[in-house]
Structures are given as structure tokens and as C-alpha cells.
């Protein structure tokens, strides 16, 4: 969620082809040994954010990963190797650093793969094309799926399967009963923009317009600007309710706010309003809010496997602080979320390595993942089932709704299918 604003402005590819070719099928890939596997993990400098969020705190990721990666090699590793963990860090304002990390990991400690608790559209870019190193983790989207040369597996649904299902959940409900809809979404969502529109239409909704976003500029004055322009267009359309795919929500509501337009959103990702939700205390456009995304938080705290996480991590770190005081307007530290993203990446990662064999590189790798099948991982709320047509999984997904009342959002306890 914190990244929503610099994915909007600032996605961009790389321009460098070079790196290293995906490993064929005869040996080990690159940074395999008998004995270990090189792993990078690559997440945001949060002290970067202190002066927009001071109170920001996820807890230590470092020692989060090291620690639960020792709760694997105590175990016997993965097929016998030990994992190794190396680390980079990026600046999310500074969306460069992104391919720096990336280059750290994949050139200079030549790693296997890397779980990615943070990533960017530029570092995707860098780590799955042009150096062709498998990924775990990250938002997943059809284009950036069609252009890597390595395998790439989420914990997180695809932008397309959360706004699918964020839609058929609405639907069930006869929530777009007699409304008339808009969609907007940016540049690098317009095949999920056009998914739901089919979508819609298919249920027999009104969709009244639909607007794309221009490429990233960088420009946040320019991409506000075009925005409100759409939220005008949308008024005039007698548009009720709008539905904001991905990260363009933050950007969106925002130029709402200088309006006074209102109509009812439906967002397809529940962390992104979220961080719409830190950086603001005024929830005018939050009224009769709708978005998909996981459990709530106090839900995937209950999970028995969380909890098998906490334990673990806290087994090694008796100190750490783990679990605190749910804050429902996320402006408190949220220690617990290190931990669960080192436990959900590495449980998933050993999964698909442990399914390749003895002989691990990309294609056994891949051949592996697009065949893991069903795993239920922490936080997701339900079985993921891993397939060639969802790397993502599919998680369950659940409805979130704003209650005016606490001014929170509040989730459905159970997920819409």
C-alpha cells in the first residue's frame, strides 16, 4: 500500500536487455550449490518515509526473514540445501533504487531467486526480464506476466483476479442494481479496466464511461489534474459509482477531495485504500465505500498458522515485538507484518524449490510452481491453489466495507466465493 503513489507516477521499464539468460534444464541454476541456494529479498527503506508517516514501524525485516529461513534450515533445508539470505533495500520516493536493489541481488551476489516483500514495476522489470531471476511476491499484472523470462509467483492476487472477484462479489449482493457505472483505472491496468467492463456488462450493468490513465510522468500535479478531469466526465454521466482499479485509487481519491463529486467507489484492493486511509483525515469520498482484498487484520492474526509464525520468529527473537493493539486507522506500528510476509514468502518459495527436485533452476522451478496445487498459506484467509492459468494462487478474496460510525473498514468474515 505504500508504494500506490510511485506505482501510479512512476512505473517505467528498463532499457537494458543485458543480464543473465534464464538456466536450462540440465543443471542447477545460478546461485544453487549441493549444499545451499542464494536467495535475495528485497523491500523498502522505511526511513525514507518518516517524514510523511512518523510512526511507520513494520518491524525488522532482516531479522524477520533470517529468522524464519533458520526455522527452515533447523528443519533440513529444502531438499537438503540450506536457504542463504541476502538483502537490498530501495527508496520508494526514489524509483531508481528499485533497478539498484535489483543489480545488487542479481549481479553483484548472483542470488536464485528473490522474494520481493516490496517491489516496483521498474524492479519487476529488472529482476524478471532483464536478468531473468525468478520472483515470489509482488502485484501481478497480465502485461508484466507476458514479458518475464522467469518464473514469477504471488501470495497476493493478480490486479486481474482482485478486481474479478472484487466485481462478482458486489454483483452477488445486487450492488449495481439500477446504478450507473464508471471504471478508471491506470496505464497499466487498462486490460483489467477492459476485463470489468465485459464483466459488468455481461450482468447487464450500465457502464457509462471508462477512463485510462496516460503512461507514468512522474508529474503528480499532471496526474491529479487528469483525473479530476475523469471524475468530471463521470459526473456528467450521472455515474453513482466508480470502480478504481489498483493503484490508482490513492491518486483518484485524492482528486476527488477537490470536488464535490461523490460517488460511491469500489476499489479492487483493500491495502492500497488502506494507504489512502494513513496519509488523510478527511473520508468524505469514503462513504459507502466497497473494496476487495484479504481477511482483516484481526482475522489473520487468529490463524493458527500466524500464530505457528509468531512463535516461531519469537522462538529465536524472544524480544521481538510481535503482536500489538490493532489500530483501525494504520497509523500505528505494525511490527506483525515483517513477520508475516518473511513467513508467507519463504513458506511458499521452500514449497515450490522442495516440488522442483534435486535439480533446481528456472524451468524446474516453474514446472514446479504452475503444478504446486493447493498450499494455504498465512494471512490469506483460505486454500491458494497454484496452477499455469494462477501464479497468483487465486486467494479468496473478502469484501471491506467503510463504516462511518468508527470511520474504519470493516470485512466480511467470509470471502465472496
Known sequence: MLLAVGLVLGACKSSSGEGGSAPVAAGDGRGVTSDTIKVGVVYLDFSKLKDIIPSLDQGDYETAYQSYAKVINDAGGINGRQVELVFATFD????????????????????????AAHTTPAGSQCILVDHATPMVGGTQTNEALEEARAPWFAWDPSSASAARQTVEGVLGEGGFEGK??????????????????????????????????????????????????FAER?????????????DVFVLFAQALQQTDYRPQLIATSTGVVRGFLVATSDYAVMQGLIAGGPPSPQEVAAEPAVQECHDAVQEIEPDRVIETPYDPTGKSPEPQISVESACTALQLFAAIAEKAGSTLNNDTFGQAGENLGVITLPGRGGPSDYTPDHPDGDPPLFLARWDSATDALVVDPTPVS
Request: glycine share 6%; aromatic share 2%.
Open 92 to 115: 520508494p520516493i526514489e524509483q531508481a533504487t528499485a533497478s539498484t536493489a535489483c543489480l545488487q541481488l542479481t549481479e553483484d551476489e548472483q542470488v536464485f531467486a528473490v522474494l
Open 180 to 229: 450507473k457505472v464508471a471504471i478508471v483505472a491506470a496505464a497499466a491496468d487498462e486490460p483489467v479496466a477492459g476485463q470489468t467492463e465485459t464483466q459488468l456488462k455481461d450482468a447487464g450493468v450500465d457502464v457509462v464511461n471508462v477512463a485510462i490513465g496516460s503512461p507514468p510522468s512522474g508529474d503528480a500535479a499532471a496526474t491529479k489534474a487528469e483525473l479530476q478531469t
Open 234 to 246: 463521470f459526473r456528467s454521466d450521472g455515474a453513482d459509482q466508480v470502480v478504481v482499479i489498483g
